[in-house]
């Protein structure tokens, strides 16, 4: 039996844009559009969405760092990345980002009818995320409601990966496989370095949020 759902597509390539959403809407879902990074922002962040369909190679911004910043912002619906990448570093590069699920171009759309009612049933857990700091991935940059500062890709996927989980405490491994490609070796020191400058830039734009480092685990919002 198939389940109604309210899906988000971000997709820029027109063909495939119109055959998902003609293909969903036809299957008896509700379709939120979105055409690049930043309508997808605006589109899914505070909307209620059983699942989201995510193109990665978006002509502003990359698609899984889009994914970064909507789960820094509280927007934990499931994930389905639609993307040309199939290589198996950039799918494991897919779901160290927080993807559900990962399907590779071209594409059998049955088939992804049928993987986004399974993700239809993951009901998430409502968390509003960390109140007062956004993170943008078109520009690489964190702010609050008086500043701004801008990171560097790798301080930027580091900083989302312990932001999307505020209170919880994040593995070093997790923030690892987060900001820097599969099978990188990462010493403790490098971390801890890119830790201490993300501390100075949210000192900086007198974030209402801090960095706190767990002993011997990882890394915690507070």
């Known amino acids: 039996m198939t389940t109604a759902l309210r899906i988000g ?3 820029d390539h027109e063909p495939i844009r119109r055959l998902l959403v003609r293909g969903l809407r036809g299957a008896g879902h509700e379709v939120v ?3 690049d990074g930043g309508e997808a922002l605006r589109q899914f962040t505070d909307a209620t969405l ?3 369909v995510m193109d990665i190679g978006l002509p502003d911004a990359d698609g899984r760092d889009v994914v970064r910043a909507l789960k820094s912002a509280g927007q934990l619906t499931p994930v389905l990345f639609l993307t040309a990448l199939g290589a198996t570093h950039e799918k494991l590069e897919g779901f160290a980002v927080g993807a559900d699920d990962y399907v590779v171009k071209p594409f059998e759309l049955s088939e992804v009818l049928a993987r986004l009612q399974v993700l239809g049933r993951r009901a998430p857990v409502a968390d509003p ?3 007062g700091l956004v993170l943008d991935p078109l520009t690489h ?3 609050t409601e008086s500043a ?3 990171l560097t890709p790798t301080e930027f996927r580091m900083l ?3 932001t999307s989980r505020p209170g919880e405490v994040v593995r070093r491994h997790s923030v690892v ?3 820097w490609p599969d099978g990188a070796i990462v010493s403790e020191n490098t971390v801890d370095s890119f830790v201490r400058r993300l501390r100075t830039k949210l000192e900086e734009i007198r974030s209402p949020v801090r960095i706190e480092t767990v002993r011997g685990v990882g890394f915690r919002l507070r």
């Open 50 to 52: 059983d699942a989201i």
């Open 177 to 179: 496989a987060a900001a």
């Open 129 to 131: 995320g960390p109140v």
């Open 160 to 162: 989302a990966a312990i």
């Open 141 to 143: 940059a964190v702010r």
């Open 9 to 11: 597509v971000c997709e």
């Open 33 to 35: 559009v979105a055409h």
């Open 148 to 150: 701004e500062v801008l």
